[in-house]
């Protein structure tokens, strides 16, 4: 069954929680002891009714305070697909938490109040998404009952939008008026919005189609373990175990070791205990190879037909994790794939201001929770692809050498 991920956002209150424990409630997704801990919770809390965001604010400060602090994974399923919900926070100070989230969907659904319309964070938001070259993004116009479901409320709001998504160039943008807390083409139909002939949120997301698979991507195969058991068995068992980025790979096709550009076939797949002809992405499998090759965790075995990038000087979009400020000329330990290396920033190009969409030529401190684009010198040279093209081999992870913190999380986009 086919899978989509996607991640929700908006504005502190804008309902992200609730249009989650909607979806799940009415598509018959949530089991009976969840149902009666949401219930104990509401309860606790004083609502007079059930309150759905519980199912989905499962710290107990969020539950508290009423926000949205971590990221929230969920997971239901209709007859025609699977989903993987990430539910993001709306808090400027968690604009890390989103990206987090972000990184993996295939859509995201934006939500603006209806009474408010377009603010900051929905610029913010719809940024992020373009960052992440999220290719759908779903507007979805919630508390409509409290502008008694106006469609000259949702033309605005719609007119507005669509402003901001040619700026960001998003590919795709649905919108739909719904009402989260009353079920408002959620998952069923509204009688209040004669006016909108479009689909419910719930019979888009099964509609929506899927990126080109993994496995139709060019080969790439980050090695985390050289495996050597010596055993009366297996005597002169040599491989390299990791899980396939992308592509496909079968037994007899000539690949290339990175960084060492040393050619090679393929001359064994297992996975597990099985002996198999062919493996594709996702997979995590154990490739051998017809010649005795120098090959350790953090090299990588690609196609020679489908070769990477390769270079010591990169562009990178990134995102600042850490209180600490990105410092120019200071050495960062660099993750990318199963490999790491020492880094330097020889400069940062500009920060984005992702409240008004503009670049800042002139403020060169990045702080946490800051975008900013800047040029990474690595030690060694880096094989790459654009993040555009593959995530995981255009993502890349910056760690401070002192304390071994995950400080930054950025995207090869040149």
């Not at 509401?42 to 926000?67: C, F, M, P, W």
């Not at 790979?249 to 690949?255: A, H, I, N, R, S």
């Not at 990045?366 to 900013?372: F, P, Y």
């Amino acid at each position: 069954m086919e899978l989509l991920r996607f991640t929700t956002a908006g504005s502190v209150d804008d309902g992200k929680s609730t249009l989650i424990g909607r979806l799940l409630y009415d598509s018959k997704s949530i089991f009976e002891d969840q149902l009666e801990d949401v219930e104990s919770a509401s309860e606790r809390l004083g609502n007079a009714e059930l309150n759905l965001a519980l199912l989905t604010d499962g710290l107990r400060a969020e539950r508290e305070q009423g926000i949205t602090i971590d990221v929230a994974y969920r997971y239901f399923a209709t007859p025609k697909r699977k989903f993987i919900i990430a539910d993001t926070p709306g808090h400027i100070e968690y604009t890390r938490n989103m990206v987090t989230g972000a990184s993996t969907a295939d859509a995201a659904i934006i939500l603006v109040d209806a009474r408010n319309g377009i603010i900051e964070q929905t610029k913010r938001h719809s940024y992020i998404a373009s960052l992440l070259r999220i290719d759908y993004v779903v507007v979805a116009i919630n508390k409509m009952d409290l502008v008694d479901f106006s469609e000259e409320v949702y033309d605005r709001i719609r007119e507005e939008y669509r402003h901001i998504a040619e700026l960001l160039h998003l590919k795709k943008v649905y919108f739909i008026p719904i009402s989260a807390l009353k079920g408002d083409n959620v998952v069923n139909p509204s009688e209040h919005t004669p006016w909108y002939k479009g689909e419910t949120l719930l019979h888009l997301l099964e509609q929506i189609p899927l990126k080109e698979g993994l496995e139709n991507q060019p080969f790439r195969f980050p090695v985390q373990y050289v495996v050597r058991p010596q055993t009366a068995e297996l005597p002169d068992y040599r491989a390299y175990a990791g899980r396939i980025a992308s592509g496909t790979v079968k037994v007899g096709d000539e690949v290339t070791i990175l960084p060492s550009y040393t050619k090679s076939r393929i001359s064994r797949i297992d996975e597990g205990t099985k002996e198999i002809q062919e493996a594709r992405a996702p997979q995590s499998v154990s490739l051998s190879l017809e010649d005795d090759v120098d090959v350790s965790r953090g090299s990588q075995i690609v196609k020679s037909a489908e070769l990477p990038l390769t270079g010591q000087q990169v562009e990178v979009l990134v995102c600042w994790l850490n209180h600490r400020p990105l410092q120019l000329r200071q050495k960062y330990i660099i993750r990318h794939t199963t490999d790491e290396l020492q880094g330097i920033v020889t400069s940062i190009d500009y920060k984005v201001n992702i409240n008004t969409l503009e670049n800042n030529y002139e403020d060169k401190k990045v702080d946490m929770n800051d975008i900013a684009r800047l040029t990474l010198k690595v030690s060694k040279p880096l094989a790459y692809d654009l993040y555009e093209r593959n995530r995981t081999l255009g993502s890349l992870i910056f760690i401070d050498e002192g304390t071994n913190e995950t400080v930054g999380a950025g995207m090869i986009v040149g």
